[in-house]
């Protein structure tokens, strides 16, 4: 697990301290900054002790001008993990690939999963994946491996505290279809693999008067099933002491599936898989906030920032989630959007 991350003269942040926990939630405005954070860490994953790989398998940050704060007094970019510090100096603005000056490898960046929010839409098949990453099969950030997980780890036992409480049983498989139906009501997926063509494929079908209809590829079913999918794999099938980075995993849901989604992910944090997620939903908060008010996760255990742009660069506060999944301060654009539209709509009406 990853408690503390600092950074110094990292793209937007000439400076940044931020305190972690099982679960870490970054929300705020756009290009303020939530991104930069997982790009520290996902540089650093990607790396090794001898070179600083900018452009990588989980992120492409360009040249080490792109890299550096651009009011920064010094040529010295650094990223550290608890005690783990990676620096480097920027002398040679254009390189894209360089010796660090220190490098220490924070040992959980080895068990990292990441999902960005670019994942693959509908397809007819699915590439199955060329290699391992050591013994870990990764979903690819952006899932494309997901439907061949789903197939070969099929009856993999979840984590008890991520399980659906109506799945039909323990199994990947059966609590990705539970918390699946939270999306698309009494889907069930089937995937099919040929190895010889290296292609995977996923079929959808869903109750009917009569039984249940045919599968459907996932071209003929929407964007919601197959977007959620990987963020559904990933979590279900990670491990205690996995970390997991998730970006917009409400993107493409209804507001209902959004906030059962983040019940899902608190679930899975409480097994002891590290969740740090980037957010723009008030839905998906709202879930996180529920499962503090139900007691089922402590404010302890969680971790929420809020980004916005000041004059002066980036502005980061931390606002605190009380026992009754309130927030307290609440800052001003923090989801609030709904209320800002409902007072302008009242006064419209008043006109």
């Given amino acids: 697990m990853i408690s503390h991350i600092r950074l110094k003269n990292f793209k937007c942040f000439e400076e940044l301290d931020l305190e972690l926990s099982n679960l870490s939630?970054?929300?705020?405005?756009?290009?303020a900054g939530k991104s930069t954070v997982f790009q520290s860490i996902l540089l650093l994953a990607q790396s090794e002790s001898d070179a600083l790989v900018l452009n990588g398998s989980y992120t492409e940050l360009g040249a080490l001008r792109d890299v550096l704060t651009e009011w920064?007094?010094?040529?010295?970019?650094?990223?550290?993990?608890?005690?783990?510090?990676?620096?480097?100096?920027?002398?040679?603005?254009?390189?894209?690939?360089?010796?660090?000056?220190?490098?220490?490898?924070?040992?959980?960046?080895?068990?990292?999963?990441?999902?960005?929010?670019?994942?693959?839409?509908p397809r007819s098949f699915f590439p199955m994946p060329?290699?391992?990453?050591?013994?870990?099969?990764?979903?690819?950030?952006?899932?494309?491996?997901?439907?061949?997980?789903?197939?070969?780890?099929?009856?993999?036992?979840?984590?008890?505290?991520?399980?659906?409480?109506?799945?039909?049983?323990?199994?990947?498989?059966?609590?990705?279809?539970?918390?699946?139906?939270?999306?698309?009501?009494?889907?069930?997926l089937s995937t099919r693999v040929h190895s010889d063509m290296d292609i995977a494929q996923l079929g959808v079908s869903f109750p009917a008067p009569d039984g249940r209809t045919r599968d459907f590829r996932s071209i003929n079913v929407g964007f919601?099933?197959?977007?959620?999918?990987?963020?559904?794999?990933?979590?279900?099938?990670?491990?205690?002491?996995?970390?997991?980075?998730?970006?917009?995993p409400e993107a493409h849901l209804h507001p209902r599936g959004q906030r059962k989604l983040a019940e899902m992910l608190v679930g899975v944090a409480l097994a002891?898989?590290?969740?740090?997620?980037?957010?723009?939903?008030?839905?998906?908060?709202?879930?996180?906030?529920?499962?503090?008010?139900?007691?089922?996760?402590?404010?302890?255990?969680?971790?929420?920032?809020?980004?916005?742009?000041?004059?002066?660069?980036?502005?980061?506060?931390?606002?605190?989630?009380?026992?009754?999944?309130?927030?307290?301060?609440?800052?001003s654009g923090f989801f609030d959007e709904w209320e800002v539209a409902l007072d302008e709509l009242i006064g419209t009406s008043q006109e």
């Fill in 130 to 188: 060329s290699r391992r990453t050591g013994s870990r099969e990764l979903v690819d950030k952006a899932g494309l491996h997901a439907v061949h997980i789903l197939n070969s780890r099929s009856e993999t036992k979840v984590l008890q505290a991520a399980q659906h409480p109506d799945g039909k049983g323990e199994s990947l498989r059966s609590q990705v279809e539970a918390w699946m139906s939270e999306i698309s009501p009494g889907a069930k």
């Fill in 272 to 331: 002891g898989v590290q969740v740090f997620v980037e957010t723009h939903s008030d839905h998906f908060l709202n879930g996180v906030r529920l499962a503090v008010a139900k007691r089922v996760i402590l404010p302890k255990d969680i971790t929420l920032y809020f980004f916005s742009s000041g004059p002066h660069g980036s502005i980061v506060t931390q606002p605190r989630m009380l026992p009754d999944g309130g927030i307290d301060p609440w800052p």
């Fill in 224 to 248: 919601g099933v197959t977007y959620a999918l990987p963020v559904l794999v990933s979590a279900l099938s990670s491990s205690p002491g996995d970390i997991l980075l998730l970006e917009n």
């Fill in 72 to 121: 920064s007094e010094t040529d010295t970019v650094s990223i550290t993990l608890d005690n783990f510090e990676c620096s480097i100096g920027a002398q040679h603005l254009e390189a894209t690939e360089t010796s660090w000056t220190t490098y220490e490898r924070h040992p959980s960046l080895d068990t990292l999963t990441y999902v960005n929010c670019e994942r693959v839409g």
């Fill in 25 to 31: 939630l970054l929300a705020g405005m756009n290009s």
